[in-house]
């Protein structure tokens, strides 16, 4: 199958180019440039237009539900990266994905670096998800060495990247919840990296922060929403080179805080055309777990100032099944929202941190980008989110490996 996409804005990941064109041959990039023509084969003109890389989601908790994979799916997220499940679920989503176009790739930690009565079984009992029924299944990650054998299974499972859960609960407001040390976590990191995996880590106060920086990790699943941030923080970043993925959305749904943004968006028809009636449901509900004195502006100002220190800042949204405020798809959307109007990045280094710089910190070479070569995982929307981002929900078509989504049962694509 083969296809030119002509006179359109180019966003390949990286800049934005007027008037280009794309050619697409046996689901790869083939060629990019102006005015681009090859007989028999048949051309989507579209000015007006931007052209983007798929989406690529961050940080999701799909478990095993096929239906919100399919929904981040048609708002463009193209790659999905899964932040723990149960092994059998990621082996599930990967087959799903593999067998299918009209579903994003998936990628997984599979089980998390988890400890017994530690974080997350606590929320998955809150939400009364039916994985927190298999908490037995899940790794216990106690003593260093505890590390290498956890990394072995891992290896042998498929995992994609290793994920540390260091959460002491002091942001949430909840006390008694079981942590790893961070000479545990270190020692996870060393046999983690030894094996050429990717780290990266859950914390959301200040404190479980420098830790599981001090222990090595790679990247954040989160930034913190306690206390102000410091300059140790900046410098521990700095020190891991480590990037941040804020989930400043989900992070508003612990303090209550965004619940009125949330609200206005679930009105957008380009929204309730592709959610379905439960996620815009949850809209209108906020996780509201918070300690005395935390606060979202918190968590905003401490982008700001990462990213002014020159720390990455990729996206994700930390969609979960079933969680208040957690809409798969549009999230990852009001996340890249939230990075422009609140935390200040421009338009083009929130787009980059949803393709192209999240496929190179995590080292895939086959996506995030339009360039020759690569897997024309494409996104086209109507007008231009480099002047404004919302410009993301004129979503005109949506491609997998080059096949063009035609919509899933109830929600025809156009």
Known sequence: MAFIIQDVRLFDGESVSERQSVLVEDGVIKQVGAHLDKPGVPVISKPGHTLLPGLIDAHSHPYREVGFPEQAFRFGVTT????????????????????????????????????????????????????????????????????????????????????????????LGIEGMAQPSQAVQAAVVKAAHKHGFKVVAHALCLKDTLEVLRAGADGLTHTFYDKPITPEVIEAYKANNAWLNPTLIAVGSLTGESKEIMEFFSKDERVRSRASTDSLGLMHRCLHLTSPGAKWEYAIDSVRQLKAAGIDIICGSD??????????????????????????????????????LTAKRFGWADRGSIAPGLKADLLLVEGNPLNDITDLLNIRGIWRDGVRFTGHPGFPQE
């Open 319 to 356: 969609a979960a099944t079933g969680a208040p405020g957690s809409v798969f798809g549009f999230n990852l959307h009001l996340e890249m929202y939230l990075l422009v109007e609140k935390a200040g990045l421009s338009p083009l280094e929130t787009l980059r941190g949803a393709t192209s």
């Open 80 to 171: 999905l990266l899964d932040m723990q499940n149960l092994h059998e679920n990621a082996q599930q989503l990967k087959q799903w994905a593999k067998e299918r176009k009209d579903f994003p790739d998936i990628k997984s930690c599979h089980f998390s670096a988890t400890i017994a009565g530690g974080w997350p079984s606590w929320i998955e009992k809150k939400i009364n998800n039916e994985v927190a029924a298999k908490l037995d299944e899940w790794p216990n990650i106690a003593k260093e060495e505890d590390a290498e054998p956890y990394i072995q299974q891992a290896l042998a499972d498929g995992a994609d990247y290793i994920k540390l859960m260091h959460e002491s609960g002091t942001a």
